[in-house]
């Protein structure tokens, strides 16, 4: 098993717009999570998601926005981007207590 | 919400000598904490979870009720444990802003 997949890796978008971010989970696990980390900072909570239906949502406006797939990948998406959504975003998918995460991907939005 | 507070930012330590990072929270109940660990150009992944009670790369943290902490201790540090730490809560949604921790050969 490759663990939590994520792509792409990096990404450069330009200001307002819109970019899709996604995560496979670890085989057999149905929860996935998404975090934003900037530098210098712990993760910050956006999503989780279980069995497709959202179980959490953090402080985050709504052009940021989620959804989970009957295979249980997941996709990220924000709107309209900002220069202040360049962060590493984090997927982690979970079975029982632990989180499994992914490498990232990281966005630079100029 | 769950939430868990890390005191320290930056935290060095030289070989050999004893290191404990802290972990507070702030919600009541019966926690299940977690300690995350960032080793340069790795993933998060989990270092321990009160729980298992168990003594992972000598780190062992415990649950204190009455100071409602669960600090993360080593007797012994040694270069290869300099990295970031997040403390976790039982949800895992919000982390600890975290600890960058120096072992100093």
């Known amino acids: 098993d490759a663990g939590v997949t994520q792509s792409p890796t990096h990404l450069i978008k330009t200001r307002g717009q819109h970019v899709t971010l996604r995560c496979s989970p670890i085989?057999?696990?149905?929860?996935v999570s998404w975090y934003q980390q900037v530098l210098g900072q712990g993760p910050q909570f956006i999503f989780q998601?279980?069995?497709?239906?959202?179980?959490g949502r953090g402080n985050f406006p709504d052009r940021f926005s989620a959804r989970q797939f009957p295979n249980y990948s997941s996709e990220l998406n924000v709107n309209a981007l900002l220069l202040g959504d360049s962060a590493l975003y984090l997927c982690?998918?979970?079975?029982?207590?632990?989180?499994?995460f992914g490498q990232g991907t990281r966005l630079t939005v100029v | 919400a769950q939430r868990v507070t890390q005191p320290e930012k930056l935290l060095s330590v030289f070989k050999g000598a004893p290191v404990e990072l802290k972990c507070n929270y702030s919600y009541s109940g019966s926690p299940e904490l977690f300690w995350y660990v960032q080793y340069s150009r790795q993933r998060l992944q989990l270092l321990l979870r009160h729980i298992s009670r168990e003594s992972i790369k000598g780190f062992t943290a415990d649950l204190n009720k009455g100071e409602t902490s669960f600090h993360l201790k080593k007797p012994f540090a040694q270069e290869e444990d300099s990295a970031m730490y997040y403390c976790?809560?039982?949800?895992?949604?919000?982390f600890g802003t975290g600890t960058s921790l120096t072992v100093i050969p």
């Open positions: 982690a998918s979970t079975e029982g207590a632990e989180a499994f």
């Open positions: 085989s057999g696990h149905k929860s």
């Open positions: 976790a809560p039982d949800d895992q949604f919000y």
């Open positions: 998601y279980y069995e497709k239906e959202e179980r």
